[in-house]
């Protein structure tokens, strides 16, 4: 399933620049997610947008705003990061059934490899 | 914070071997995902399980939610070399969209 598509698929930037990565979702799911993959760990949830709102901020630092203008789209935009912040970001969707949660499987994109120097 | 155990943490098995991994949690889930990562690339879902004792297949693979529904176990069989990739396990609480991710486990194959 390739529903999901991320871009940039690579990004290196320095400290001091800002950057955007974008998702989009071609799957007519109503809640995306931004996820940072570090490696050994397992995938930490960042960011939740259900129905353009965003109901989950997993505690992320505001160098990292998310912004989701309608339910095909997801932004992800970066100012100061930090190279701890080096990571693959990836993007997910699923569709929200209200009381069925156990129904609402993520589909993910290919990711932003992104390198902060 | 909930962790998933997930194990082993690596396998290399011999192309046409079976292979079997596993999660386990603390707490109860309503849902078990697995996926399989390529390098470079987003994790693609394989098999999807709801209810405590269900037992799924895709193919090769078969994963099963187990009874207490506090694991969960995938497993390969007849490997093949483009099994190689990791394979997470996610787990979904009750009532909630916030699913929980495994370590991942690394399986390599040799032909």
């Known amino acids: 399933e390739t529903g999901v598509t991320q871009t940039p698929r690579h990004l290196v930037m320095g400290m001091t620049n800002k950057k955007s990565l974008k998702c989009e979702q071609h799957l007519g799911h109503n809640a995306m997610y931004w996820y940072k993959q570090s490696a050994k760990k397992p995938l930490e949830l960042m960011f939740v947008?259900?129905?353009?709102?965003?109901?989950e901020n997993n505690s992320v630092p505001s160098r990292f705003s998310p912004e989701c203008p309608n339910s095909s789209h997801l932004f992800l935009h970066l100012h100061t990061l930090q190279p701890e912040d080096s990571a693959l970001y990836l993007c997910?969707?699923?569709?929200?059934?209200?009381?069925?949660?156990?129904?609402?499987?993520?589909?993910f994109g290919p990711g932003t490899r992104l390198t902060v120097l | 914070g909930q962790q998933l155990n997930q194990s082993p943490q690596s396998m290399f098995i011999q192309e046409g071997e079976d292979v079997s991994m596993n999660c386990t949690s603390s707490?109860?889930?309503?849902?078990w995902l697995w996926y399989k990562q390529d390098p470079g690339e987003g994790p693609v879902l394989l098999i999807a399980l709801y209810k405590a004792g269900e037992l799924t297949s895709n193919g090769r693979l078969t994963a099963q939610f187990g009874i207490t529904r506090k694991d969960s176990f995938l497993n390969i069989s007849a490997s093949i070399p483009s099994d190689v990739g990791i394979y997470f396990c996610a787990g979904l609480y009750s009532g909630t969209y916030k699913y929980i991710f495994g370590t991942g486990t690394r399986l390599k194959v040799l032909a």
């Open positions: 707490s109860i889930f309503n849902t």
């Open positions: 947008y259900n129905f353009k709102e965003q109901t």
């Open positions: 997910a969707s699923s569709q929200e059934r209200r009381g069925l949660a156990a129904y609402n499987e993520q589909f």
